[in-house]
């Protein structure tokens, strides 16, 4: 199992840039491909971006492609998403995700989430 804690989610104006962290216990993180999820009021968990164990191959949703940099530091037990050029339509609760099986774009497919941080972006 991995226990997950997000952080770095406040509020910034638009055309700005934030940093998230996800910092994990347990020994197994370095095999999890993970990934960042966004919820917003109202609306459905979506899929922000993914990284493999190794870091080698990332993906992105179209939304964010560009503007979002997903990376991890195995050694730290850590994924990171930097977030440039934020719109408005970025606000939402971010979350990070250990995966598990099945799609990797759905939220069903990982079984481990942080609790989220806030991001805000005003406009």
């Known amino acids: 199992q991995v226990q997950l804690a997000e952080s770095g989610g406040e509020l910034v104006q638009a055309g700005g840039s934030l940093r998230l962290s996800c910092v994990a216990s347990?020994?197994?993180?370095?095999?999890?491909?993970m990934a960042w999820f966004r919820q917003a009021p109202g609306k459905e968990r979506e899929f922000v971006a993914r990284?493999?164990?190794?870091?080698?191959?990332?993906n992105y949703a179209d939304p964010v492609k560009g503007r979002f940099t997903i990376a991890r530091d195995n050694t730290k037990n850590a994924v990171s998403l930097q977030m440039n050029s934020l719109k408005s339509e970025d606000t939402a609760v971010y979350y990070c995700?250990?995966?598990?099986?099945?799609?990797?774009?759905?939220?069903?497919?990982?079984?481990?989430w942080g609790q989220g941080t806030q991001v805000t972006v005003s406009s």
């Open positions: 990284i493999s164990w190794s870091g080698d191959s990332t």
């Open positions: 995700a250990a995966y598990t099986g099945g799609s990797p774009y759905r939220a069903t497919a990982y079984d481990y």
């Open positions: 347990g020994r197994t993180f370095s095999t999890y491909t």
